[in-house]
């Protein structure tokens, strides 16, 4: 037992030293505060302090400890209350940070023996609490508001007990008593009130009147109290009725008025009552204009009897409107009291008059504010009444009357009573309306009158106002309806001084020229309209007005504008698809027109500028992923494939086309389809460049192309390889001369170009079945030009030349003639005429010929080969006879011989002759034996 009360003693110890630690760290957190000028380092010393406040615990006892304790904590509450106030009264806490401290303070204030204390430590919470509770509500944080009240209502009953305690003891005498009591009811109601407060904004407002009942029972000992209490009533009344809580505003504002009558005399002004019996007629009228009509017509009028004041009649004039059922002459009467009161304003007369328009009390607004406009005659507001006037007349339309009162105006603002500035601007404004609705009627004349209206309220130094820009051609729009060309053209010329860099001035310019005719005049506005984007105008406005531009001039039939008008929508516009549309229709001119206007050279030249552009913005299109890319991508396509194949001898503009086919193709689905179209374009652009070098007189121009050709090649190569890997199709490509006709257009640009790779690419046609022989006779004559010149390669395409011609089963031996006579020709070239060795490759292949002839020809073998073989291998015998070779001389004289033997019509003309010689050689040859006999 003794040990467990020793430890119960040192815990309770060990407990007391932390308080006072606590209290140490508290008390050097508020040091920190006081001197904080920063609100957001305030507000993490108010967060630290929250933190140590809730370690505090434990100060009921009275141990010396707990007593010290509380001593510290009642100063520091007293010392963190007033930095509160001394830093809200400098400025340096927000109202939120503030309502936190002082209930920071507050809670230091009640952790000391809560609600213990003497009467002065009591009045201090008292105090502390109440003013925390209304900080909490000037932040709008009713709920926190709730628990300083309370806290405060407990240490008034506290109060209240030890008065009643000291008056039973004998302490206190009576009037000290009623004194005490009486200022512990003062604090009462003042926390009633800001519970009441709070309760309203909380919409417990059933709470909040009972709070306020128990304030007006307070009242017959706080007599002072009741206007207070009225006009917290009518702010509550207010609260209520703007957040449209009209039930609720009407019981406020009905016990703010009863509270205002007082018990002996009035609390509250007769102009504070009539202001609250306004307010309660409109709530009344927001809250069932039906059902409390009649007691919001009392209302008012007894507002009115209290205290006559425009505002409650222009009340009383809204609420005989809201009935049907009021006679006229009573609503007369009432209009009549509202605008003869002499304070009336402009503006709630105003109100008035809009209020009987509102209802359809034409007549009685129109003598209205004919009545204010006598009565405010010398008034600088005079021009509001104008106004009004005007609008009722004109919603009206009783046009006479408005236009006269225009006049007036005019004539008054130009000479005696000039309308202010916002004034002036609302009649432009109306006066434009009624502009805008006849013209939109097609009275054009009737426009032009209110145009001319507003145009005489401009004074001269608005002359470059962009209004009047506006206003001039509005103006000119309406010349133009009107026909009246030259007035027309000034009005804008107008319009373009007071606004030079405006598109829509250019635009009224270009439609005057257009109209008249003017091509060149409506060629340069287009021009300057398109200027004005470069000058900071709205793109979407330049780019409107150059369509309507170009619309105007399709309407009009006048092609050389409406192509520059599009042409500068092209450049202009941001938008693709606006652009896009642009280039068709500017496709579609130059290919009508471009025979009557200019060459064809020209007009594909420009043409295909279009289709580059086109394919720009097609690109990204395609880059927004947005639709359309395929139908337009196919159109353009379809028109760069027919001109290129309309080009004619033009190679060059061919390739170009056909190179804008390709391109726009990619930009299609890669079905099989589109992949074909894919590889002509890239084979026909090939071979127009190949054409375009061949034609080409500039060195440096024919290699550009050939090198194209090459690039053009390869391309088509890979779509060819996508054909063959695509799973779209099992359709048969082996068949197809694409593959040889891109080795042929390769072969010519490299042997044009000198690159060695030429017999890579015979092998690889070798290795073709679907090569024929012309490719193979085309390669080898190729082969022969310069710079190539290997004829190497020739002879070894002729020779496959020559064996596909055999290989077919019904042989050309017309063109298998020509293939030996390539052939023949080459190789003999080789070497000296003398030299033996130098004909051998020339006789193998003349023996073929001779084989070919003597079994397979069957006399199809052209007559002229025939005799061209003959030659040859007579002129090589006879040169070699000359040189002494007198062997190999008869052999070659031999083979033409044979030859000879072969023609018909022609054997004739040599038989003779050769069959001499042929003997002379033999004769030669064996004299030449006998003398190499006798040597040996």
């Given at each position: 037992?003794?040990s467990?009360g ?17 209290v140490?760290?508290i ?8 001197k904080?000028?920063d609100?957001?380092k305030?507000?993490?010393?108010a ?6 406040l809730?370690k505090?615990?434990g100060l009921?006892?009275?141990s ?6 509380s ?7 007293v ?13 340096h ?14 809670q230091l ?9 003497s009467?002065?430590?009591l ?7 109440s003013?925390?509770?209304r ?8 709920s926190?508001a709730?628990?300083?009240l ?14 009643l305690?000291?008056?039973a003891d004998?302490?206190?005498s ?19 009130c800001?519970?009441a407060?709070s ?7 059933d709470?909040a ?19 207070f ?19 609720e505003?009407?019981a406020w ?17 007769s102009?504070n009552?009539?202001?609250?019996l ?5 709530a009344?009228l ?5 059902q409390?009509?009649?007691k919001a ?6 507002a ?14 809204h ?12 609503l007369?009467?009432?209009v ?21 328009v509102?209802?359809?009390?034409t007549?009685l607004?129109?003598?209205?504010v ?7 005659q ?5 021009g509001?009444?104008?106004l ?14 408005a ?13 005696t ?6 004034t002036?601007?609302r009649f ?20 032009l ?5 507003s145009?005489?309220?401009?004074s ?14 509005n103006r000119s ?8 060309y030259d ?7 107008q319009a ?8 829509h001035?250019?635009?009224?310019l ?8 003017n091509?060149d ?11 004005a ?10 780019e409107?007005?150059?369509c ?11 092609r050389?504008v409406a192509?520059?008008a599009?042409e500068?929508?092209?450049?202009q516009?941001h938008n693709i698809?606006?652009v ?6 500017l496709?579609r ?5 471009s ?11 420009i ?22 890319v ?5 159109w353009f396509m ?19 086309f ?7 193709s ?31 007189s500039?060195?440096?121009?024919k ?14 190569r890979e779509?060819c390889?996508?054909?063959?890997n695509?799973?779209?199709t ?7 001369s ?6 042929l ?18 092998d ?5 079945p ?6 193979l ?20 395409a ?23 006579h ?12 003398s030299?033996?060795?130098?004909k051998?490759e020339a ?11 003597d079994?397979k ?21 006879i ?12 052999h ?17 003309h ?19 034996k006998v003398?190499?006999?006798k040597?040996?």
């Amino acid at each position: 037992m003794i040990s467990s009360g020793k430890f119960k003693f040192n815990a309770m110890k060990d407990s007391e030293s932390e308080v006072l630690t606590t209290v140490a760290q508290i008390q050097a957190v508020i040091k920190a505060l006081e001197k904080d000028k920063d609100e957001d380092k305030a507000a993490r010393r108010a967060e630290k302090l929250s933190e140590l406040l809730d370690k505090v615990s434990g100060l009921d006892g009275d141990s010396d400890k707990n007593r010290e304790a509380s001593a510290e904590l009642q100063n520091c509450a007293v010392n963190l209350w007033n930095i509160a106030v001394a830093k809200r009264a400098g400025g340096h806490l927000g109202s939120g940070l503030n309502a936190r401290v002082r209930h920071l303070a507050c809670q230091l204030a009640f952790k000391a023996n809560p609600l213990e204390g003497s009467e002065v430590v009591l009045r201090r919470r008292v105090m502390m609490a109440s003013k925390t509770g209304r900080a909490w509500l000037d932040c709008g944080n009713p709920s926190m508001a709730d628990n300083s009240l309370s806290l405060a209502s407990e240490c008034l009953e506290k109060l209240t007990k030890n008065v009643l305690l000291s008056v039973a003891d004998g302490k206190l005498s009576e009037d000290d008593k009623e004194k005490q009591k009486t200022e512990i009811e003062k604090d009462m109601f003042k926390v009633f009130c800001y519970q009441a407060e709070s309760s309203v904004a909380q919409e417990q407002h059933d709470v909040a009147m009972r709070l306020a009942q128990r304030c007006k029972e307070m009242l017959a000992r706080l007599p002072k109290e009741t206007t207070f209490l009225a006009m917290l009533c009518y702010n509550f009344g207010v609260e209520t009725y703007q957040k449209q809580k009209y039930e609720e505003a009407v019981a406020w504002l009905r016990e703010s008025f009863e509270l205002g009558k007082g018990s002996g005399q009035p609390a509250t002004s007769s102009k504070n009552q009539a202001r609250t019996l306004r307010l309660l007629a409109s709530a009344y009228l927001e809250w069932d204009s039906k059902q409390h009509w009649q007691k919001a017509l009392n209302a008012v009028g007894l507002a009115n009897s209290e205290h006559s004041h425009p505002a409650g009649l222009h009340l009383k004039v809204h609420i005989l409107l809201v009935s049907d059922t009021v006679e006229d002459s009573r609503l007369v009467a009432a209009v009549t009291d509202c605008l003869h009161h002499p304070e009336l304003t402009v503006e709630l007369a105003l109100n008035t008059i809009k209020l009987l328009v509102e209802h359809k009390r034409t007549q009685l607004a129109l003598d209205g504010v004919k009545q204010l406009t006598q009565q405010f005659q010398a008034s600088p507001e005079l021009g509001k009444v104008h106004l009004l006037h005007l609008r009722v007349l004109l919603d009206n339309s009783l046009l006479q009357g408005a236009k006269a009162l225009v006049e007036d105006c005019i004539t008054g603002h130009n000479t005696t009573q000039p309308l202010d500035t916002t004034t002036r601007k609302r009649f432009h404004l109306l006066l434009w309306e009624q502009a805008a609705q006849a013209y939109e009627a097609n009275d054009h004349e009737e426009a032009l009158g209110w145009y001319n209206y507003s145009r005489n309220l401009f004074s001269s130094s608005d002359r470059q106002d962009n209004n009047m820009a506006k206003l001039e051609r509005n103006r000119s729009a309406c010349y133009l309806h009107l026909k009246q060309y030259d007035k027309a053209l000034e009005a804008a010329r107008q319009a373009e001084t007071c606004d030079p860099t405006s598109p829509h001035t250019q635009y009224a310019l270009f439609k005057i020229a257009l109209l008249q005719g003017n091509s060149d005049a409506a060629i340069e506005a287009i021009e300057r309209m398109g200027a004005a984007d470069e000058k900071g105008e709205e793109d979407s406005t330049v780019e409107g007005l150059v369509c309507l531009a170009a619309q105007l001039a399709f309407e009009e039939s006048n092609r050389d504008v409406a192509i520059r008008a599009l042409e500068r929508l092209v450049q202009q516009s941001h938008n693709i698809q606006q652009v896009l549309t642009a280039i068709r229709c500017l496709t579609r001119l130059r290919l009508t027109f471009s025979a009557a206007s200019e060459g064809q050279r020209s007009g594909n030249d420009i043409i295909l500028s279009y289709l580059e552009k086109a394919h720009s913005k097609l690109q990204e299109l395609k880059g927004t992923k947005e639709d359309g890319v395929v139908n337009e991508a196919t159109w353009f396509m379809k028109i760069a494939w027919n001109l290129g194949l309309k080009c004619g001898d033009d190679s060059n503009m061919m390739h170009q086309f056909f190179d804008m086919c390709f391109k726009f193709s990619s930009l299609c689905p890669e079905d099989m389809a589109n992949l074909v179209r894919k590889k002509t374009c890239a084979l026909m652009a090939a071979a127009a460049c190949l054409q375009s070098a061949r034609n080409a007189s500039d060195p440096d121009e024919k290699m550009k192309m050939l090198k194209k050709a090459i690039l053009h090649v390869d391309t088509c190569r890979e779509t060819c390889r996508e054909i063959s890997n695509s799973k779209i199709t099992d359709t048969d490509c082996s068949g197809d001369s694409t593959p040889v006709l891109l080795c042929l257009y390769e072969f010519e640009a490299k042997a044009q170009l000198g690159e060695p790779d030429l017999a890579l690419l015979v092998d690889r046609v070798m290795g073709m079945p679907q090569a024929d022989a012309k490719t193979l006779e085309t390669m080898a004559a190729l082969a022969q030009e310069s710079p190539a010149a290997l004829p190497t390669i020739s002879v070894k395409a002729l020779k496959e030349a020559i064996k596909r011609h055999l290989q077919t089963p019904n042989t050309d031996f017309t063109k298998c003639s020509k293939a030996f006579h390539s052939l023949i020709q080459l190789v003999l070239n080789k070497g000296s005429n003398s030299d033996p060795s130098s004909k051998e490759e020339a006789w193998g292949y003349y023996k073929e010929a001779m084989d070919i002839i003597d079994n397979k020809s069957q006399g199809c073998y052209p007559e002229m080969e025939i005799l061209w073989l003959m030659t040859k291998a007579w002129n090589c015998g006879i040169h070699l006879l000359s040189a002494g070779h007198y062997v190999d001389a008869e052999h070659w004289c031999g083979m033409s011989m044979k030859l000879l033997k072969h023609l018909s019509s022609l054997r004739t003309h040599y038989d003779t002759q050769m069959t001499a010689v042929y003997g002379e050689v033999l004769a030669k040859i064996e004299a030449q034996k006998v003398r190499s006999n006798k040597e040996e």
